[in-house]
């Protein structure tokens, strides 16, 4: 049955390696192209120096000038990073869909079930197999993804912890891979056809990772939430602390938000240009900076969870996948 | 009599339609049989469910007197060429049997190797680039080499040419006398029947209508030609399986117990395609409630 099954899959299991292998290519070079500058601007030891806590005294950041430079430097590789998140996609379509349905739509399950092998052991080897290729190649890539984003993360505009970033490195990429491989083979055992089965698999898991991500994500673990005041501020947001802002905005004295996304700090003393700080936003006294976070802190915790969710969906699809399977002829 | 494959009440439902209903018969061993019906008569479907891959909805089937739906032991035992023999394409002869050899706990290499050679078919090339002939005969090979006791091939030759059908069918002959497996073959295409089977299963309508061994039943039955208005049927005629009239005669295929003495009736022997055709003419077509006999 192992022999069986790399006999047929082993064209796919060798494009997935030359994918790893071209993204290796393009990763390599540049992560450590990135890591190079990252070091020249001095930011390894100026984020280090600003340490993980929310809030950093105001006259802490030393990196804001170099963390820009990077980050415009290297902007173009977060538009390409975010392309890599159609990968776990791509492995559910081409690796689970046609797994069981092309074997259907071209008959040869009949000729294979009646060997002397029955068809939950069939489908154990199978799936285990395209399970475990998915599993190995979206560590590798996780991981790897992880160790190329770290100085981008670390300079600041995009926290690992932010949608796309956090989907796109870590376990998550794990967790994602097997669901969709998972959901490939069961939607191949419904419409047992390779492109209906590819298409269901697009839409069921673009429709459910687009849910979770903005629906529960969020409220994996109850938000905290950080106020610090506008005028006289003595302290500011640390940019690489990580956390992963929901929202945040400016209240008045009795709660109520005045402006959304928009933070004031106003140095004691400050004399800027224009009227006294916020004072044409319509800050009155006692407005005050208010944002809903998850810390930076809970990041491999979320990974967790976000993994965990996705791998228990993927047992369940594959369960309801050898179900169905006993049923088709 | 051993029977190798019993069917008992046997029904299979796709939705809310029947493909197969109230089946029962008992294939015995030895015997090379032919399933015959129209395209939809439920011909696959009895097919997989003598080969396990479907479960009955209703009565049972029983393969050497086991369940096989999803039975090892029974898979084993039932060598199946599925319709249109599907095999993985881009596998070679070889990469087939090397998977026959490690699917299976019995397979017999060396005499896939031989069928192989003494047709002369490659067996380093891709199965998807042979023809549909030889490509049928891999799959026979390949189901031969379980050395099963039992055969079931789907419509193995509907689909190549002529010649290659009369190579697969004297091939599988071959293996018949040398193996004495029990073959279940169906098929629409009468004319190869006849040479090959010795037995005889129609199906029509999702319903078995006929079961026997060939030369019982083809002594069993007649062509009669009488007068249009002859009055009542010899009292030898036990059924009247089909009437045609003209304006002046009746010509009828009738299940009789001995040729008739009536002088005013003829009786004719009947072919194995005339058989089989007129029970799958549509039973409730008869013109006369007076062919109606009581058997």
Known sequence: MIWLTWRQHRKQALFTAIGLALLAVFMVPTGLAMRHTFADLGLDDCVRALGTASMIPADADTCGKASIQFNSQYAVMTMIGVLFLVLPLLVGLFWGAPLVAREIEQGTHRMVWTQGVSRGRWALVKFGIAGAVALVASVIYGLGVSWWLTPMSQAGQHGRFNIFFFDMQGTAPTGYTIFAVALGILAGTIWPKVLPAMSATLVGFLGLRIALTTLARPHYLPARVLTFPIKDATEQTNPAAGDWILSYGIRDASGKMITANAQIACAPDATGPGAACGADLGITSGAYNWQLYQPGTRFWLFQGIETGIFLAIAALLLYLAVRRIRRVA | ?295
């Open chain 2, 1 to 295: 009599m051993d029977i190798v494959l019993e069917t008992d009440q046997l029904g299979k439902r796709y939705g809310r339609a029947w493909a197969l209903r109230d089946c029962s018969l008992r294939l015995p061993a030895g015997r090379v049989a032919a399933l015959v019906g129209p395209n939809g008569a439920g011909k696959s479907t009895l097919l997989h469910l003598a080969v396990g891959l479907l479960r009955p909805d209703a009565g049972a089937v029983r393969v050497f007197g086991r369940t096989p739906y999803d039975d090892i032991a029974v898979l084993s035992e039932v060598g199946f060429v599925a319709q249109d023999t599907p095999l993985y394409r881009d596998f070679t002869a070889d990469e087939l049997f090397t998977m026959g050899a490690r699917l299976n706990r019995r397979f017999d290499t060396a005499l896939a190797h031989r069928r192989l050679a003494q047709i002369g078919i490659p067996r380093d090339k891709p199965v998807g680039k042979l023809s549909g002939g030889q490509r049928a005969q891999v799959a026979l090979a390949l189901a031969m080499a379980k050395r099963p006791r039992l055969l079931l091939l789907d419509e193995p030759v509907a689909s190549i040419d002529p010649l290659a059908r009369r190579e697969f069918l004297q091939a599988l002959m071959g293996v018949v006398a040398e193996t004495g497996t029990t073959v279940l073959l169906s098929s629409h295409i009468l004319a190869d029947l006849e040479r090959t089977c010795d037995y005889l299963i129609v199906l029509h309508a999702s319903q078995v209508k006929l079961v026997g061994d060939v030369s019982t039943l083809l002594a069993e039955h007649r062509q009669l030609v009488g007068p249009r208005d002859g009055g009542p049927l010899p009292a030898e005629v036990a059924q009247v399986v089909r009437a045609e009239h003209t304006h002046r005669q009746s010509t009828l295929l009738a299940r009789t117990n001995a040729p008739p003495w009536d002088p005013a009736w003829k009786a004719y022997d009947v072919t194995l395609e005339d058989l089989i055709l007129a029970y799958l003419g549509d039973g409730d077509a008869r013109p006369h409630a007076a062919w109606e006999v009581p058997a």
